[in-house]
């Protein structure tokens, strides 16, 4: 499989993970953090992860979309290290202070290198590779 195969796979599975979080946080917020063993938060609690959820679900629109034309739409993917290095060092941050367990952050703490490692390791670095892309399909 060629690298243009593994970025649309990268930016599937991705964008499944937002679908995921967006769906969690905006219907469920409160089964969510049950779920992930943290206390009950105040109701603006969870209006800020309904606001969250509308975000996940905006950008995992943008990774479907990037999966269809990665040289195109390029800026999501750019987009999307920006906000997965965020995630990863915000959890670095409340897991030294105390704020959350490794227990409750499950996948937080590993998923978004593997996401950031994948994504530019794939991604689109020039025209002919575009081209490469297109002649394949």
Same mark, same amino acid.
């Given at each position: 499989?060629?690298r ?6 990268t ?5 499944i993970?937002?679908?995921f979080?967006?769906?969690?946080? =905006?219907? @469920?917020?409160?089964?969510f953090?049950a779920?992930?063993?943290l206390?009950a938060?105040p ?5 800020l992860f309904?606001m969250?959820g ?5 950008f ?6 990037? @999966?269809?034309?990665?040289?195109k739409?390029s800026?999501w ?10 995630d990863?060092l915000? =959890?670095?941050y409340y897991? @030294?202070?105390?704020?959350? =367990?490794?227990s409750?952050v499950?996948s937080?703490?590993f998923?978004?290198v593997?996401f950031i490692?994948l994504l530019?390791?794939?991604y689109?670095r ?7 892309a297109?002649?394949?399909?």
């Amino acid at each position: 499989m060629n690298r243009s195969r593994w970025l649309q796979i990268t930016l599937i599975v991705v964008g499944i993970a937002q679908v995921f979080f967006g769906a969690a946080f =905006t219907f @469920a917020p409160a089964q969510f953090s049950a779920l992930l063993g943290l206390p009950a938060a105040p109701q603006w609690a969870y209006w800020l992860f309904s606001m969250f959820g509308a975000r996940a679900f905006a950008f995992a629109f943008g990774m479907f979309l990037a @999966a269809r034309d990665p040289l195109k739409h390029s800026r999501w993917i750019v987009a999307m290290i920006g906000v997965q290095a965020i995630d990863w060092l915000g =959890t670095l941050y409340y897991l @030294a202070n105390g704020g959350v =367990t490794l227990s409750q952050v499950s996948s937080a703490p590993f998923l978004p290198v593997i996401f950031i490692g994948l994504l530019i390791a794939f991604y689109p670095r020039s025209s002919g590779q575009a081209a490469q892309a297109v002649v394949q399909k």
